[in-house]
């Protein structure tokens, strides 16, 4: 697509474990998200355990990162509608 051809991932990205596996066996590896302002997501984990990098098109971003050591239940979504 055109976003594919007007970019491309950070070089540090470029070595990918996943190029040694069959095309077939690879976790899809390009996602397009879009939404309105204030729009975001729950606290998650990366499907497939993969990592990721973005680019952000227009707006701004934030992050809440956690260190690796922080206890699950520390990290257990809990809400209500």
């Known amino acids: 697509g055109l976003l594919s051809k ?5 070089a ?3 070595d990918l ?6 095309p077939a066996l ?3 590896m390009k996602w397009l998200l879009v939404g309105p302002a204030r729009s975001g997501s729950f ?4 499907p497939l355990g993969t990592s990721a990098w973005n680019a952000l098109v227009t ?3 934030y992050w809440v990162l956690f260190p690796p050591a922080t206890p699950g239940e520390w990290l257990a979504v809990r809400f209500t509608l």
């Open 26 to 28: 690879r976790p899809p």
């Open 43 to 46: 606290l998650h984990k990366d």
């Open 17 to 22: 474990v996943f190029n040694c596996l069959p």
């Open 12 to 14: 540090m990205f470029e």
């Open 6 to 10: 007007q970019s491309s991932p950070p």
């Open 59 to 61: 707006g701004t971003k």
